[in-house]
């Protein structure tokens, strides 16, 4: 199984802070990598897919890049509705895994 | 615009069977790109992938769980299903259920909104 591992686990940021989170593969997965928010009680909802393309209707304040075994999610001017978790989900080989995910907080 | 949504009981003895209905709508689930998937969140977790159908029968499954899951598609009812069979307390979760487009091993792009399964006595 590919591990994904995020950090940090936890990231306090304020409004208009640049914010990057990291996501690491235990091995080599070229860029079938997506990226989700959740919000408490709510569904994950699809960022960006394929390490950098980024989902319809997505602001264009996240953006994703990496390959292999190192990805980042960027979100460039941090929004007070983008505090969040936010998880990785490696899509390269089965079975499917998610990373533990990083809690975005003020 | 497409919804699923999860449906079934919230609580399940232990060594009994978890079963759980998703029911799409606002799209047909047999359409020839769409895979249909199960994916669960213990509490204060990251997701879990369960396992993902295709409406034609065919069926992928994690592993870990493979020899306690069954799904299962309803073309008529438009929904799909999934049974976990001798369940424990760490199967305690909030289940979803969610689209893939474009082949199993892909992201999920259309999430239910989940449903807790409480497995307790």
């Known amino acids: 199984d590919i591990q994904m591992t995020q950090s940090p686990s936890t990231l306090s940021a304020s409004v208009g802070d640049r914010v990057t989170i990291t996501c690491r593969a235990s091995e080599s997965m070229s860029t079938w990598l997506a990226w989700y928010q959740q919000k408490p009680g709510k569904a994950p909802k699809v960022l960006i897919y394929?390490?950098?393309s980024l989902e319809n209707g997505v602001p264009s304040r996240f953006s994703g890049s990496g390959s292999g075994t190192e990805f980042t999610l960027t979100i460039s001017s941090l929004q007070p509705d983008d505090f969040a978790t936010y998880y990785c989900?490696?899509?390269?080989?089965?079975?499917?895994?998610f990373g533990g995910g990083t809690k975005v907080e003020i | 615009q497409l919804q699923l949504q999860e449906s079934g009981p919230g609580l399940v003895r232990p060594s009994e069977t978890l079963s759980l209905t998703c029911t799409v709508s606002g799209g047909t689930i047999s359409r020839s790109s769409y895979y249909w998937g199960w994916i669960r969140q213990p509490p204060g977790k990251g997701p879990e992938w369960i396992g993902t159908l295709y409406y034609a029968g065919s069926t992928y499954f994690n592993p870990s769980l493979k020899s306690r899951v069954t799904m299962s598609v309803d073309t008529s009812m438009n929904q799909f299903s999934l049974r976990l069979s001798s369940v424990t307390a760490a199967d305690t979760a909030v289940y979803y259920c969610?689209?893939?487009?474009?082949?199993?091993?892909?992201?999920?792009?259309?999430w239910g909104q989940g449903i807790l399964v409480t497995v307790s006595s």
């Open positions: 989900q490696q899509y390269n080989s089965s079975p499917l895994t």
């Open positions: 969610a689209r893939v487009v474009s082949g199993w091993l892909y992201y999920f792009d259309d």
């Open positions: 394929k390490a950098s």
